[in-house]
């Protein structure tokens, strides 16, 4: 990657207030000063180099060193629990020769063109910085190596950075980063050609996991900020009265009842966006008050009259049915080799199976919330986003005004698993407040809003059918995936997964069976689908993990061995091969299915979890791999089914190969809640749309995994590399084998099949139980 | 009205059901206290009042009037708060944080009046509080630590 060769930098001594503008001001150093990237034509673009802006690794945009010695580090990344303001800060300090202690992060606000893209999702953060961010810190340290040498009179071979400062070892002579800061800002920046790269077994921080969150002390104090708490003076908070039906609107609203609610101060419209509605307000009745709780109560008088519009009729049960009815014909073809109708009619035994997966909603804890004042023809906003960039482009568009004239201050993040990726909330703070005559608006979106008009995650039936040999073999596979895409929000209903959704599991099966079709009928969208943690690779996982037991089931053999017979030997398939030409934006030669290493986390979790075990009556073990953003990920869980129906699990184990694990100890812990997460999705959590409008409203009966039901013991097992590896994604890949692991698992503890989610009662009582003890 | 907030007396004009939670966010700022659901369902706006865990967003203030409100701002002043903070940075519980408030105000509650909880009650006093990072197996571990009854 060589994103700054032709860049003429331009070195600037300024205050750190200037730096980012929020911090006091010392003397200071390595500044601002960047140029877009020019793009070379052309051939394919992969990784970081794929997304818009790309990657920057130019230290006088993320690194300013103060006369007083510290360090401050630019995380462009947001923080919605990854822990990325630790890791990428940690891996530019490593590179820097930093003393951790001496660090500061300070969080970037949205200018991809500053700092290279900023979209937190599609679990890349890391995957896609850490070369640039030790390129970056390289850079740093090198132009405080040449400051020190310079100074001295010697060669800069002759110095080294040590732990914050540079010396010369052959006369013992030494200066502290903070002395060296000024004169280093006005050296030029090394090219990417000679910089120095620490071997990785210099690393101070990197892949030991030992540095604490950076966040941590304020999370525990409650001196976090999120974007729903930030305040201005004189600000006044909103919330909306939105459509009930996706695309509905607002006939006619009577406000008097809420204009006498003490604290209100204004009612406004929102004009709404019809279908396709993108990251646009769904429009509505604003309420402005002097708090949260008036708007709420003003929101209570409201007197509106609703048109629906073309998704009235949306309801679950029988859009269930179309689903079903759709996954029982032929459909687009989506991938296919050998001949599948030839083979299943000469099959031993074929087997079919159907499985549901429901809308589900990311409710993060921090529902969606932002603040937005305009002074002089400029909005500011502040708020919680994954998507920066594009907060601040809809946000110009809206209001009407020039790109530079919005700022967007990225806050944390209470939770985002796809949610905050699309700025609608932050649209209708803007829209507020430019209609309160810039007055600061905090728009509050309550639970019952974030449940009933989301972005949910696609509803699906996936259909399979295997033709068995005598051996119990699969000769011939069938799928068909039929789910309404995330593209209906951005344009015409396509009705058809995009290669995006397709590339998550469902065609890119690594098994070898020679008559393999993939197919993708059609199904039209009723509500605004988005990404939802993991994304399709949901059900897809759930469908064809669940199969193969239920096809070692019929062959009579053990679920592991057949998984990984069917899996075969080692190899690395290039998922062109597999009609996957996204392959999440990686190169399909740096990155090919690297069957081997799907094994191995299969095989290890195995090990691991004492596979095969002998277990009480009413408990079994399940097991479940799967690839996904670019990493190998393998569940063993431990169910225990008592004589009512109540579901517990003591243990859950996970290997997981994502290359080279930067921050081991939050790879961790994004694996264990991800496994969290993956129960809650399987045991409870449904969204349900009934006349068009959500059936759902809050945690009471959008049940979420709580404590009484999380597994007690989860084992986090993870393999390691070299870092010449190719880095994986971390934040998504645990969630999809758990649903269809745990599954297996009730399988071998009660002979039930489970091929719908959420479970709920279909073990004859409730899940999650009442006040479940597990103990 | 007049509220007593973490020792400190505080004046305020507020609408007498105006839940405690809006007083302490919108009218105090004080934001470590958070909002989550708006029902009790999860936990996230827990407070103590007299020192029982309470959740603030269905409390109305003129109930707590004259009482001892305790918010997660002053934690660190509480030697029990002080344990409970230290194990949920010990053990990397937070990831991202927000339900963290809430948590360590029902952990405190809890090891308050059962200094040594087995996972029965850690389940009972915690099941109310939601984190939807999946940070459960870190807090039940942090609870243990703070407990001083290790993190088996």
């Known amino acids: ?775 | 009205m007049q509220l007593e907030v973490n020792g400190q007396m505080q004046n305020l004009d507020a609408q007498p059901d105006m839940p405690l939670l809006w007083v302490l966010r919108d009218s105090l700022h004080m934001t470590g206290t958070k909002f989550g659901c708006g029902m009790a369902l999860c936990g996230a706006c827990t407070v103590h009042v007299d020192g029982q865990p309470v959740r603030s967003c269905i409390t109305q203030v003129s109930t707590v009037a004259g009482k001892k409100i305790t918010t997660i701002e002053a934690m660190s002043a509480d030697a029990v708060g002080r344990r409970v903070q230290a194990a949920w940075i010990e053990l990397g519980v937070p990831q991202c944080g927000y339900c963290q408030s809430g948590q360590i105000m029902s952990a405190t509650a809890l090891l308050k009046q059962k200094p040594q909880p087995n996972d029965a009650d850690i389940d009972s006093a915690m099941s109310g509080n939601i984190c939807r990072c999946g940070t459960y197996p870190r807090i039940r571990a942090a609870i243990k630590r703070a407990a001083g009854a290790g993190s088996s």
Request: hydrophobic share 40%; glycine share 8%; net charge neutral.
């Open chain 1, 1 to 775: 990657m060589r994103l700054m060769d032709d860049t003429s930098v331009e070195v600037i001594n300024v205050s750190r207030r200037a730096f980012l503008g929020t911090m006091s001001a010392v003397g200071l150093v390595l500044a601002v000063g960047c140029s877009p990237r020019t793009g070379t034509a052309d051939p394919p673009k992969y990784g970081a180099d794929s997304m818009p802006h790309g990657a920057v690794d130019n230290p006088l945009v993320f690194v300013a060193i103060g006369t007083d010695g510290v360090v401050t580090i630019i995380c462009h990344r947001a923080e919605m629990g990854q822990g990325v303001r630790t890791s990428l800060p940690m891996v530019v300090a490593d590179e820097l020769e930093a003393d951790w202690q001496r660090v500061r992060v300070q969080q970037a606000p949205a200018d991809e063109e500053r700092f290279g893209n900023q979209d937190t999702d599609g679990s890349r953060s890391v995957r896609h910085f850490f070369a640039p961010m030790r390129r970056c810190g390289a850079a740093a340290r090198t132009m405080l190596e040449q400051a020190a040498a310079t100074q001295w009179g010697v060669p800069i071979e002759e110095v080294a950075a040590v732990n914050h400062e540079v010396v010369h070892a052959g006369t013992n002579r030494r200066l502290g980063y903070g002395q060296l800061a000024t004169a280093a800002s006005r050296l030029p920046v090394p090219t990417d050609e000679t910089l120095r790269l620490k071997a990785p077994s210099q690393f101070r921080y990197i892949g030991k996991g030992e540095v604490r969150l950076v966040d941590g002390p304020d999370m525990v104090t409650g001196r976090a900020i999120y974007g729903i708490d930030s305040v201005l003076d004189d600000m006044l908070y909103a919330v909306v009265a939105r459509p009930p039906v996706y695309g509905g609107k607002v006939v006619s609203y009577d406000a008097s009842a809420t204009l006498k609610v003490p604290n209100v101060v204004r009612v406004i419209e929102i004009p709404g966006t019809p279908p396709p509605s993108e990251f646009q307000p769904l429009g509505g009745v604003a309420v402005i008050a002097r708090n949260t709780w008036a708007a709420i109560k003003g929101r209570e008088a409201l007197k509106i009259t609703w048109q629906d519009g073309p998704n009235a009729a949306y309801d679950s049960t029988t859009y269930r049915a179309a689903l079903e009815q759709s996954a029982r014909a032929p459909g687009e073809v989506v991938r296919n080799q050998g001949d599948v109708a030839a083979a299943m009619s000469s099959a031993a035994r074929r087997v079919q199976a159907e499985y549901y997966i429901p809308h589900m909603a990311q409710t993060p804890m921090e529902p969606p919330a932002a603040t937005a004042r305009i002074v002089d023809g400029r909005c500011e906003v502040w708020t919680a986003t994954q998507a920066a960039q594009a907060t601040r482009d809809r946000v110009s568009k809206r209001l009407g005004l020039p790109f530079d004239h919005v700022t967007v201050h990225v806050t944390l993040l209470g939770g985002g698993f796809g949610r905050k990726s699309k700025p609608d909330y932050v649209v209708e703070a803007a829209l507020l407040s430019q209609a309160m005559n810039g007055t600061p608006v905090k728009v509050t979106w309550t639970r019952e809003d974030d449940v009933q008009h989301g972005y949910y995650h696609t509803v699906s039936v996936e259909h399979l059918e295997a033709g068995l040999d005598a051996a119990g073999k699969p000769v011939a596979w069938l799928h068909r995936s039929v789910a309404p895409s995330i593209r209906s929000i951005f344009g015409p209903d396509p009705q058809h997964e995009a290669p995006f959704e397709r590339g998550m599991g469902l065609v890119n099966v690594p098994f070898g069976i020679p008559n393999l079709r993939v197919e993708n009928p059609a199904a039209e969208a009723h509500a605004r689908i988005g990404w939802y943690r993991s994304v399709s690779n949901i059900p897809h996982a759930f469908a064809i993990q669940s199969f193969v037991a239920e096809l070692a089931a019929a062959a009579g053999r053990d679920p592991k061995d057949y998984l990984l017979e069917l899996i075969g030997p080692a190899q690395r398939i290039d998922p062109r091969t597999m009609s996957d030409s996204w392959n999440y934006t990686e190169s399909p030669t740096l990155y090919p299915f690297d069957t081997g290493r799907l094994r191995r986390v299969i095989e290890t979790v195995a090990k691991q979890a004492d596979w095969g075990r002998k277990l009480p009556a009413g408990q079994g073990l399940g097991i479940a791999g799967h690839y996904s953003f670019v990493t190998y990920v393998a569940a063993v869980v431990q169910v225990a089914v008592n004589a009512k129906g109540e579901l517990s699990i003591p243990r859950v184990d996970v290997a997981l190969d994502c290359g080279p694990q930067v921050n081991p100890e939050r790879v961790r812990s994004q694996i264990e809640g991800a496994c969290v997460m993956g129960v809650g999705n399987a045991l409870s959590s449904q969204i349900t749309f009934k006349a068009g409008r959500v059936e759902q409203s809050n945690f009471n009966n959008y049940e979420v995994a709580r404590i009484n039901v999380a597994p007690r013991d989860i084992r986090v097992h993870l393999i390691a590399s070299d870092f010449d590896v190719p880095l994986g994604g971390v934040g998504e890949p645990g969630v999809p084998p758990i649903a269809p692991a745990l599954c297996n698992a009730i399988f071998a503890a009660t002979g039930k099949r489970i091929r719908s989610l959420p479970i709920r009662d279909q073990l004859g009582a409730s899940q999650p139980p009442a006040n479940a003890s597990t103990s």
